[in-house]
């Protein structure tokens, strides 16, 4: 575990860095998403409530593919939550975002799945057998299991970059109720750059089926280069000070 004193937060990022990490997550997650339903079954990689209710509709219609489509990639998601469970162990909430060497970890074993996921893609082309679609699954839930790990320390469970109903619920909810639109853009954007994700990952797929992967591929890639530690993140408190308050933000761990 990576210990801060309470004025000097370990992985502390500026607002702006840490915001574009979750949108290229939230990329992520809405690209992987896109290529299990078109192309692996009609199942999801990060929506584990939408496979949930396939697993049900394909047992009460008897599909039984169907139910084992939504069943592997909720197993595949189990598990990754479970492995970045672990590997968070005795991580403590965060009061503020924070992006650790661990968390960046995370991200890197995510990484080398999609980019193992983009190789399989790659070598069955359009060929998907059942095995071969089972398999492909297993990689992209696990990656969207690891993520939303990640995420979870990450933010103090503040945010989200797959399961996104609670978001749109909070910020349709928010800005209904006379809130700012400016208070609520970082929940928007990450609806929104999920939806982009899908649009990017359809479109590759419809024109360049082959290297479709190569969509949540780059926007890893972003996350890593995005979140990690650079010295123009230290600053101070305000004024630019030692205090590490408005005035600045603190390096990545």
């Known amino acids: 575990m990576e210990h801060a004193s309470p004025s000097h937060p370990a992985g502390l990022l500026s607002p702006r860095r840490h915001h574009a990490l979750v949108v290229l997550l939230a990329v992520t997650s809405g690209a992987l998403d896109a290529l299990g339903f078109l192309a692996l079954g009609g199942v999801f990689a990060s929506v584990m409530t939408g496979n949930l209710v396939l697993l049900g509709l394909g047992a009460g ?126 929940d928007l954007a990450v609806l929104a750059a999920a939806c982009a994700g899908a649009v990017l990952a359809g479109a590759v797929l419809t024109a360049w089926s082959s290297v479709a992967p190569a969509v949540p591929v780059v926007a890893l890639v972003g996350v890593l280069l995005v979140g990690r530690p650079m010295t123009s993140d230290v600053g101070g408190g305000p004024g630019g000070g030692p205090g590490g308050g408005p005035g600045g933000v603190l390096p990545a761990a």
């Open 61 to 186: 219609t008897r599909d039984g593919g169907l139910a084992t489509h939504a069943l592997v990639a909720i197993g595949g998601f189990v598990l990754g939550v479970s492995v970045g469970a672990r590997a968070t162990r005795g991580d403590e909430a965060p009061a503020v975002p924070v992006w650790t060497r661990r968390l960046r970890a995370l991200v890197a074993v995510e990484l080398a799945l999609v980019v193992v996921f983009a190789i399989g893609w790659e070598l069955v082309r359009d060929r998907h057998s059942i095995p071969e679609q089972l398999a492909l699954i297993v990689l992209a839930a696990t990656a969207m299991g690891l993520q939303s790990a990640a995420m979870r320390v990450s933010t103090g469970n503040g945010r989200s970059t797959t399961y996104l109903t609670g978001t749109l619920t909070g910020a349709v909810m928010a800005l209904a109720g006379g809130g700012r639109f400016r208070v609520e853009w970082p």
